[in-house]
């Protein structure tokens, strides 16, 4: 069964900051892996999605990377501002399977 | 404008009281999804469903009941056996299960029990 950890669990950082948050995952016959964020009380909002051929993706100030083989993925933010601060989850897709989820990174950035 | 709607923004359940949760999409795809999402736990898989007429259950499904009549929508009924129902509630869909395309979520519905 595909187990999908996130590390920190929570991260508090002053603005300006560049800024790696983690995902790691036991199955690396993935298919895709997403980064969602989401605010507090809302729904999750689709950031990236990494093709299982592809090793990045770029949006903004958002760069993910995919390593498959060693079952990791990270989400690099640059420049982070105050209205970066969210939870941050990753989940991991294979095949016909529903998406597994992480627990998230909670982050926090203070001005 | 595309996108998952849900409703009612909060709903607050009597006890032996059964609840449901409205989900729909105008985005034309066939896989929809209810997950509940409690503190710290991340996101679990309640129920879902591939196409019309047609759903599994989840991870946590018991005390939950579902039914996919139209493409469109995916109610979620929280019977009176679910006995810790207190959680957020969100709903998803996707063109298909899996797959290589994105889940779209709506902006979920807080249950509380009163």
């Known amino acids: 069964k595909q187990e999908v950890t996130q590390i920190p669990a929570a991260l508090s950082v002053p603005e300006g900051e560049n800024l790696v948050l983690n995902c790691s995952f036991t199955?690396?016959?993935?298919?895709?892996l997403q980064w969602f964020r989401q605010d507090p009380g809302k729904g999750l909002t689709s950031l990236l999605l990494i093709q299982s051929s592809q090793r990045e993706q770029t949006s903004g100030r958002l760069n993910a990377s995919l390593d498959k083989s060693s079952g990791r993925s990270t989400l690099y933010i640059a420049a982070s501002q105050p209205g970066d601060s969210a939870t941050y989850l990753c989940a991991v897709s294979r095949g016909s399977y529903i998406p597994t989820f992480g627990r998230g990174t909670s982050l926090i950035v203070h001005p | 404008d595309g996108g998952i709607t849900q409703s009612p923004k909060y709903l607050f359940r009597k006890e032996g009281q059964n609840v449901t949760l409205s989900c729909e999409q105008n985005?034309?795809?066939?896989?929809m999804y209810w997950y509940r999402q409690d503190p710290g736990q991340g996101l679990r898989l309640i129920y879902y469903?591939?196409?019309?007429?047609?759903?599994q259950k989840g991870d946590i499904a018991e005390g939950y009941s579902v039914s996919r009549e139209k493409k469109e929508s995916f109610p979620l009924t929280v019977t009176s056996a679910q006995k810790n129902p207190t959680a957020f509630y969100l709903c998803?869909?996707?063109?298909?299960?899996?797959?290589?395309?994105?889940?779209?979520f709506g902006p979920g519905t807080r249950l509380l029990v009163l």
């Open positions: 985005l034309n795809h066939d896989a």
């Open positions: 998803a869909s996707s063109i298909e299960v899996g797959g290589a395309g994105t889940q779209y």
């Open positions: 199955d690396s016959a993935i298919y895709n």
């Open positions: 469903s591939q196409i019309v007429n047609d759903f």
